[in-house]
């Protein structure tokens, strides 16, 4: 296992596999009455969140007191970061402090990336969304929800995504999660095409492990999962498409036409939804809607993640696997 996760593209399809199998196991320590492993104790996670965040943070909180550790959570507003102190010395004080693993989330591509080689810490560095380029543990939990809905919980373990056909819809030019879902995707066997207004699909598409579509409707029918984007306003300096009616009309998700898509197939979204803009309530609301499956299951991936980089040898649970039917 590597040191650092920064970009989704590192992962060897055997290092996915295993963080995947390893959050299995993680997410049976969610179903005891005390959900605690001592994994982490004694070890220090700082989490740096210089961009706004509910899920991501709350997320990585709750799995890494899962494991034991300790916490700190780090908010860029009302830091020395707003008295314009560098990312270079926000890592020595945390260096001086001695943690073991930092959680980077940061509206910079590549600050990471920096991070974990400039030398200035020694601590594991994870990325938790890099401006627009990579979200590497939100693309494995969305691997990891779509093994479970469309392989099976037990059925599998060990397995990739081979032959799963993935349709990726709205702002794929800001979209880390996108960008990660692609690379991941692509080296778990998946087929991936990306669906979105021509002004929405990044320069130089055509050299990543996917296809492209301007087409909803032809793709839906020919998908076992869709996920949805939410149009990322924050990061757009123009106008991108004439309004959020039109949007909507050609790249919204609604029951009309989840109605085409196969009974297997799933919705997914990464959160936050608008609900109106990309997805309509009725689908957000739908039992085909996966959103807060992916949330729980954001826990478990970031409990295997941290729990493999720094440094977890032996199995992260003990237990007897259940051979009976109960488990779903
Ligand atoms: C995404 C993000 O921040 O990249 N959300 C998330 O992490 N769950 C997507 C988004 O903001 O639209």
């Known amino acids: 296992m590597m040191r650092h996760l920064i970009s989704a593209a590192d992962l060897s399809r055997d290092d996915a596999v295993l963080i995947l199998d390893t959050a299995e196991e993680m997410a049976r320590v969610a179903d005891r009455p005390i959900k605690k492993l001592p994994a982490l104790r004694g070890r220090t996670v700082v989490n740096l969140f210089f961009e706004d965040s509910t899920r991501t943070r709350i997320s990585f909180e709750a799995a890494e007191k899962r494991l034991s550790a300790d916490v700190i959570n780090f908010a860029a507003k009302g830091s020395s970061v707003s008295k314009g102190e560098s990312l270079k010395d926000t890592a020595q004080t945390l260096e001086a402090m001695g943690v073991d693993a930092v959680v980077i989330r940061h509206g910079a591509s590549g600050a990471p990336y920096r991070l ?29 929800t779509m093994r479970r809905r469309l392989v099976g919980r037990d059925a599998g373990l060990g397995q990739d995504l081979a032959g799963k056909r993935i349709t990726i819809v709205g702002d794929v030019l800001h979209s880390r999660v996108a960008r990660s879902n692609v690379d991941l995707l692509h080296t778990l066997g998946a087929e991936v095409t990306l669906v979105a207004p021509p002004t929405l699909v990044p320069v130089g598409v055509e050299r990543w492990p996917c296809e492209v579509s301007y087409d909803l409707d032809g793709v839906l029918s020919k998908s076992d999962a869709v996920m949805m984007l939410r149009v990322q306003r924050e990061r757009m300096n123009a106008a991108f498409f004439p309004t959020e009616r039109e949007y909507s009309r050609r790249y919204g998700l609604d029951g009309e036409r989840m109605a085409k898509m196969p009974e297997h197939a799933i919705v997914m979204h990464p959160g936050p939804m608008v609900r109106g803009m990309e997805i309509t309530a009725e689908v957000a609301d739908s039992d085909r809607c996966t959103v807060v499956e992916q949330v729980a299951n954001g826990v478990s991936i970031r409990m295997a993640v941290l729990y493999l980089l720094l440094g977890g040898n032996e199995p992260a649970v003990t237990h007897t696997r259940p051979t009976g039917s109960e488990e779903k």
């Open 116 to 144: 974990a080689t400039s030398g200035w810490i020694d601590a594991a560095v994870i990325n938790a969304g890099d401006g627009t380029h990579q979200h590497p543990t939100q693309a494995l939990l969305d691997a990891f």
